[in-house]
């Protein structure tokens, strides 16, 4: 049975930082794996996707890499900023459609 | 292009009753998807509908939860009868072609509080 972990749970920084949150699976057979953005009280908006024949995958400020063997990703936020600050969740996609989560990051960016 | 929608945003019912949630996808997605997260747990998967067939409905938790899709358009989700551990966000979602793994795209969610 697959298992997302996310770490940190939490992360406060202060803006212009960069940072990285990281995100492991238990089982490497993936289709593709997913970061998503939630903001409170909000749906989930796909941040970025990267197949399993993929390394990484950038948009803008955001890089996200995938090491399949190893079982773990992670999402590079450079210069961050307040309007980052959001729940971000890691899924995975290990069955022909079916979504994995992890219980995400809380990250805020104070200015 | 209008994004997934769902119906009500947040619902207030009663251990026992019936609830119903609506979910319209976005135009031309043939894959539909139910999700829920319950208070300090991850989001995890219900089902997925192709069209209107169900693909996959091992996530469903019992035999209270019923998911259609008359049409292949928009799904329901009935809760009947509602217990208190129903309680979170259902969250729906649709993508293009889930064979190549394609973006899922949530919708809002729907808070539902059983009391």
């Known amino acids: 049975k697959q298992e997302v972990t996310q770490i940190p749970a939490a992360l406060s920084v202060p803006e212009g930082e960069n940072l990285v949150l990281n995100c492991s699976f238990t089982?490497?057979?993936?289709?593709?794996l997913q970061w998503f953005r939630q903001d409170p009280g909000k749906g989930l908006t796909s941040l970025l996707l990267?197949?399993?024949?993929?390394r990484e995958q950038t948009s803008g400020r955001l890089n996200a890499s995938l090491d399949k063997s190893s079982g773990r990703s992670t999402l590079y936020i450079a210069a961050s900023q307040p309007g980052d600050s959001a729940t971000y969740l890691c899924?995975?996609?290990?069955?022909?459609?079916?979504?994995?989560f992890g219980k995400g990051t809380m990250l805020l960016v104070s200015p | 292009e209008a994004g997934v929608t769902q119906f009500p945003s947040h619902s207030v019912i009663e251990k026992g009753q019936t609830v119903t949630l609506r979910c319209d996808p976005i135009?031309?997605?043939?894959?539909l998807y139910w999700y829920r997260r319950v208070m300090g747990k991850e989001i995890k998967f219900l089902l997925h509908f192709v069209k209107e067939s169900k693909q996959d409905e091992s996530g469903m938790p019992n035999n209270r939860f019923l998911a259609e899709r008359t049409g292949g358009t928009y799904s329901t989700l009935k809760v009947q009868p509602a217990e208190l551990e129903d309680s979170g966000v259902y969250f729906c979602?649709?993508?293009?072609?889930?064979?190549?793994?394609?973006?899922?795209?949530f919708g809002p969610g729907t808070r539902l509080t059983v009391l």
């Open positions: 135009s031309g997605h043939d894959n």
């Open positions: 979602a649709s993508s293009q072609d889930s064979r190549t793994g394609d973006t899922q795209y």
């Open positions: 089982d490497s057979a993936i289709y593709n």
């Open positions: 990267i197949q399993s024949s993929q």
């Open positions: 899924a995975v996609a290990s069955g022909y459609s079916t979504l994995t």
